[in-house]
């Protein structure tokens, strides 16, 4: 398997666009998370889905930010209209369920500058 | 609430031993978590350690977990200019059931100097 695969890796757009990252979790793995990485606030979950479905978006900075899981093998989260403060890498990461220990995979994440 | 916390800067010379902290709140953590991110990579899981071990070791890293004062430590031993990088300690949380979810710490960045 290729591990988490994100796209873009690199995005500038200009304030007020919409962006859409994506990715897609290694086959058979049930858990998708999505995190933000700044300086200032170091890496916070957004959200994540179980199955497809989403589980917890208390992590989702406000109304502009969007995700979905339409199956099992892709996932986007969207911001509309982009800000400037939403620059930042974010990444995507996978796991199986398990009661012991079940390693998250990482994608590379995607670097957003919002100018 | 629920708080990872680590320095977020350490400088040793290459050849030296490094000793990252971090502290965690969670009681009910079953595991605990070291992951390594290199520049413009993502996060890779380095090491880990079950709740109720004192102590792993993997090679050049030593794990020490406190569990009484909520204290994670790695220990890198001869430190090399390649381990320049963030690390991160994460806590397994539960998130409802049986199942948990990782809550990272902010990450120390680690410099190794020639």
């Known amino acids: 398997d290729a591990g988490v695969i994100q796209s873009p890796r690199h995005e500038v757009t200009e304030m007020g666009q919409e962006v859409t990252l994506r990715c897609k979790p290694i086959s058979g793995h049930d858990y998708l998370f999505w995190y933000r990485q700044t300086m200032m606030r170091g890496l916070e979950l957004l959200i994540y889905?179980?199955?497809?479905?989403?589980?917890?978006d208390s992590g989702m900075p406000e109304d502009r930010f969007s995700a979905k899981m339409p199956n099992a093998s892709f996932s986007t989260l969207k911001i509309q209209p982009s800000e400037p403060r939403d620059s930042a890498v974010y990444f995507c990461a996978s796991k199986i369920f398990g009661a012991g220990v079940t390693e998250a995979f990482f994608g590379q994440g995607t670097r957003l500058t919002v100018v | 609430g629920e708080d990872v916390e680590q320095s977020l800067f350490l400088s040793v010379r290459e050849g030296d031993s490094s000793v990252i902290n971090c502290t965690y709140t969670?009681?009910?953590?079953?595991?605990l978590y070291w992951y390594k991110q290199e520049p413009g990579a993502g996060l890779q899981l380095l090491t880990y350690i079950f709740s109720n071990m004192d102590m792993k070791q993997d090679q050049r890293l030593t794990v020490l977990l406190n569990k009484k004062d909520k204290h994670l430590s790695l220990r890198i031993a001869d430190t090399q200019t390649g381990d320049s990088a963030i690390y991160f300690c994460?806590?397994?949380?539960?998130?409802?059931?049986?199942?948990?979810?990782?809550?990272f710490g902010s990450g120390t960045q680690l410099t190794v100097l020639p």
């Open positions: 994460a806590e397994s949380m539960p998130i409802g059931g049986s199942a948990r979810q990782l809550t």
């Open positions: 969670d009681s009910s953590s079953t595991y």
């Open positions: 889905f179980n199955n497809n479905v989403p589980i917890d």
